[in-house]
């Protein structure tokens, strides 16, 4: 999935070449839940079927349907059109990079410290807002949570080193 | 009658002070999510579920349902004001329902949508209330062989009336039944597809999966279109709802079959989405003013609403009876039951009568209580809409973060919505249906668990679900659902007056 050439009107990736990609993978996902299946025995036990009878023909199921997609997008010729274009795709990168930065660093310094950054940087740099706008919501939604969750609903939270110096 | 009786013993079961309180707070949390893009009702009640294992499991139920029947009316909010449709379901109501907010007939048109929900849930909801004991009652002779057989019929109905490429149904259901298998089979004890990792080991939650697939991917989606939201303004009062109510019984042929689509299309689980076009295409189709659809008429609004309400109230009643789901909220809802500690199923309708029957009350009620609620606060949920996407989109994200995460305080969890989130993103842009895959990942081990002991009481002879005319006939028709779309395929054609492009189930 990467759409990151975006030069001239011909750049990206078509739609047809993301078609035939994901049904390969899909693909290649169904061989490595055939092979597992057969490896811990897909046939017919002493006692009844083995574990690995159901999903192997669920393997193979889902090897022929995704077969038939690809073989498909493969002949069937369309007009050439762009599965996203790269001023969408850049907003989508915007959105996600942050987003697994965001999760990534929870394990460390806790959600509440990680998700209060994370409202910040998007609604500054991508939002513009002034910071009086921007600081309400960036420290009330954590705050918000903290009640909601670890007071109200008694369900703990991840959390940091902020948490631990304030007692929590 | 034993319904009737039974319905009233809901009735005082539900109406206590407490239960009430939950209803009001479901269905305006329910509004809430249905309105804001990246929530919905399949992942609105999952992120809320965490919080719910603490409540006594009829008040919390009667809270989660009441959200998902907020979930629905709201998804109509954005699409006529907004021409956003909310939810998959209410696609086809923007056809009709933005060009009359265009023409400043906003008030006429929610007044209609709101109203005609209402009356399909209600159809539904009686429905249900006669034909669940019924089914329950029945269904209590099946033995694994035709629970097979009817989850068997459930997956072939996805792939013969979901609509879309058959191929990719198929392809993206039979994705969730091998993340179902994933982990400890259960039966063995064997590990299987777990390649010596530990967090595997616990296998796929569809409660992750339905945050990632649907909360995620959609704001990804959202993302890319860059969201200019431009709303018509909403003005609704007294006197536009009572006019526009006036007008309403004379589209009664529309939602009569509307109410009929969606009940039929929620119990054999093709889902509240090609319910509503389904609906839409035939009423365009029938109606004397079928030109005039697409430019603003209120039939046209009246039609597919009808069919998304009953089909999302009527895809409880397989999920309460049988323990299949009908859409994939039920699903979450299923699940729900299973960690409240209920066995969903036949037994249900036996040994939980309280629970039962007082969360068929309280659809009655949350029917009307959120009739009343939405067309009052029609304007609040509009002026939330105007909040811009670069505020209201982190904070979705942040909130489906603490929603994976407090399934089973696991970040690995949280990791994996995001890599679903991705899934879903590229999926819904390459028209691979996801509500397939969340059944199969809820139904995977049971359909597993059913045909495992159906081949051993047959000793592995397929021809069990044969055996019997009842077995024999649940699998006979799922084979001709599955063969539908080849019988059907120039009628689907007139059906759908617009490339449905937009069709997700």
């Keep these: ?168 | 009658m034993e319904a009737i009786d039974a319905l009233f013993h809901g009735f005082s079961v539900a109406l206590t002070g407490q239960n009430i309180i939950f209803m009001f707070i479901g269905i305006l949390l329910g509004v809430l999510i249905g309105v804001l893009p990246g929530l919905g009702g399949a992942n609105g009640v999952a992120i809320l579920l965490p919080l719910t294992f603490s409540m006594p499991p009829t008040s919390a139920i009667i809270m989660l349902s009441c959200l998902y029947w907020g979930a629905l009316f709201g998804g109509a909010i954005t699409s006529i004001l907004f021409n956003i449709p909310g939810e998959p379901w209410s696609v086809a109501t923007t056809f009709d329902g933005y060009p009359l907010a265009r023409k400043g007939k906003a008030g006429e048109a929610l007044t209609a949508a709101f109203t005609s929900s209402f009356v399909g849930a209600l159809v539904a909801v009686i429905v249900l209330t006669f034909l669940a004991p019924a089914v329950a009652k029945f269904s209590l002779r099946f033995g694994p062989p035709e629970f097979f057989a009817v989850q068997l019929l459930t997956f072939c109905s996805f792939v013969g009336l979901g609509g879309g490429s058959p191929w990719k149904t198929v392809a993206s259901m039979m994705i969730g039944f091998a993340l179902a298998a994933v982990g400890l089979d259960t039966v063995t004890g064997q590990l299987r597809m777990t390649f010596g990792t530990e967090q595997l080991l616990r296998g796929f939650d569809f409660l992750i999966a339905v945050i990632g697939l649907f909360g995620i991917g959609e704001i990804l989606l959202t993302m890319e279109e860059g969201l200019s939201f431009k709303g018509e303004p909403a003005k609704i009062n007294a006197r536009v709802v009572l006019d526009t109510w006036k007008e309403l019984p004379k589209y009664w042929v529309t939602s009569l079959r509307g109410a009929f689509i969606g009940c039929w299309m929620g119990i054999t689980p093709g889902g509240a989405t090609p319910a509503s076009f389904m609906s839409y295409g035939l009423a365009k189709r029938f109606s004397r003013n079928g030109a005039k659809f697409g430019t603003g008429h209120i039939e046209g609004v009246v039609a597919p609403e009808t069919a998304a309400h009953a089909a999302g109230t009527s895809a409880l009643l397989p999920m309460l009876t049988l323990g299949i789901p009908g859409s994939p909220t039920a699903a979450v809802l299923l699940g729900g039951l299973l960690i409240w500690g209920l066995q969903p199923g036949p037994m249900l309708f036996v040994e939980q009568k309280d629970f039962v029957w007082g969360l068929i009350a309280s659809m009655y009620l949350g029917n009307v209580v959120g009739l009343i609620i939405v067309l009052t606060t029609v304007p609040w949920w509009a002026a939330i809409l105007k909040i811009p996407f670069s505020i209201i989109g982190p904070i979705i994200v942040v909130i489906c973060a603490v929603g994976a995460y407090t399934v089973h305080n696991a970040f690995f969890d949280v990791a994996l919505m995001l890599m679903f989130g991705v899934v879903g993103y590229v999926f819904k842009k390459l028209d691979y249906p996801l509500a397939p895959m969340v059944l199969a990942l809820v139904l995977g081990d049971m359909a597993e668990a059913s045909f495992r002991q159906s081949m051993i009481l047959s000793d592995g002879s397929v021809a069990i679900f044969w055996s019997n005319g009842l077995v024999g006939g649940i699998c006979a028709l799922a084979i001709f659902v599955l063969f539908w779309p080849l019988v059907s395929e120039g009628i689907r054609r007139i059906f759908r007056p617009r490339p449905a492009g937009a069709a997700q189930t």
């Design chain 1, 1 to 168: 999935m990467d759409g990151t050439e975006q030069k001239d009107e011909r750049g990206g990736v078509s739609v047809r070449a993301l078609e035939i990609f994901v049904a390969a993978l899909i693909m290649a996902l169904a061989t490595l839940v055939m092979y597992d299946s057969w490896l811990i025995g897909a046939r017919w036990g002493a006692d009844g079927p083995q574990s690995g009878y159901f999903p192997f023909y669920i393997g193979v199921l889902m090897f022929a349907s995704s077969a038939i997609v690809f073989v498909r997008a493969l002949v069937v010729r369309v007009v050439r059109r762009r599965f996203v274009e790269p001023q969408q795709f850049r907003s989508v990168l915007m959105l996600l990079v942050p987003s697994i930065v965001y999760v990534a660093v929870t394990a460390y310094i806790g959600i509440y410290v990680a998700s209060a950054l994370y409202l910040t940087y998007f609604m500054r740099l991508l939002g513009r807002y002034r910071w009086i706008v921007v600081l309400p919501i960036a420290i009330g939604v954590p705050v918000a949570m903290f009640f909601v969750f670890e007071i109200w609903f008694l369900v703990p939270l991840p959390k940091g080193p902020l948490e631990d110096w304030l007692g929590y």
